[in-house]
């Protein structure tokens, strides 16, 4: 190849990276931490957990890690884009190297179920947060979260207290109602980039329950948003391979 040849070769060549499409940033897969109570082991019940999670997170453009926080290191939520934290033991204690983090750290966090407790006894956490949470009612049985014009059922009957702060409080942005005591509880709470779910919205999961909520939730915080579509998955029981095809496409 002579020398103008490869004068030309090489413009040719950088006329096309210059006009190639540049990814743009909502093409890019969003990076999540998925931290969950206890090791990463997959013995370990929030880890399953974290593992639903991840699945309902396919559902959208992201790249997730999912680990125990006993295996968390310092500072390492600095390098994903959405921090989700879930607890599931009553008086679950975070460990300060996650605690301190979360304190400083200026990104979409959500915190599910246990654990706030005791992280609300930490210096500043009423301030930054506008609430705390002061117990775990095991008695009163909540059994509905309301959601703007929306009711679910709860599940799971048990809830986080959440005490607002009275000077600048946490927006709730959903309640749970105990039909037995007759009281209302704030459900889901937000300041911010953070919000935080009083119960664990994976327990009980069914047609009606506030799971539904919790998925159709994710849309709004991971801001990627979708056409509405009701699909179903069909499961036929009891089913052998010398079935007869148009019996089981009519019971479908």
Request: charged share 20%.
């Amino acid at each position: 190849m002579s020398t103008v040849q490869r004068v030309l070769f090489f413009f040719v060549v950088l006329g096309l990276l210059v006009f190639l499409p540049v990814p743009s940033r909502a093409d890019q897969p969003k990076s999540v931490l998925i931290v969950c109570e206890g090791s990463s082991s997959l013995k370990n019940p929030a880890i399953g957990l974290g593992r639903q999670l991840g699945a309902l997170l396919g559902h959208f453009n992201t790249v997730v890690t999912i680990k125990g926080v006993n295996d968390y290191a310092p500072r390492e939520m600095y390098r994903y884009d959405y921090i989700f934290y879930n607890s599931f033991q009553a008086n679950s204690q975070v460990p300060a190297k996650f605690a301190d983090d979360v304190m400083r750290l200026d990104k979409r966090i959500i915190w599910m179920n246990t654990g706030f407790k005791e992280f609300s006894s930490r210096p500043g956490v009423a301030e930054k947060f506008g609430f705390v949470v002061t117990s775990v009612d095991s008695v009163s049985k909540y059994n509905s979260v309301k959601y703007q014009d929306h009711v679910f059922s709860k599940g799971e009957p048990n809830i986080n207290v959440i005490q607002l702060t009275r000077k600048n409080p946490a927006t709730v942005v959903a309640t749970a109602s105990s039909s037995q005591a007759r009281r209302e509880l704030p459900y889901i709470v937000q300041r911010g980039l953070f919000t935080y779910f009083a119960d664990s919205p994976f327990a009980y999961a069914d047609e009606g329950s506030k799971y539904l909520l919790f998925a159709d939730m994710l849309h709004d915080i991971l801001e990627e948003h979708h056409e509405e579509s009701h699909s179903a998955l069909i499961r036929i029981e009891d089913v052998t391979p010398m079935e007869n095809p148009d019996n089981l496409r009519e019971i479908a």
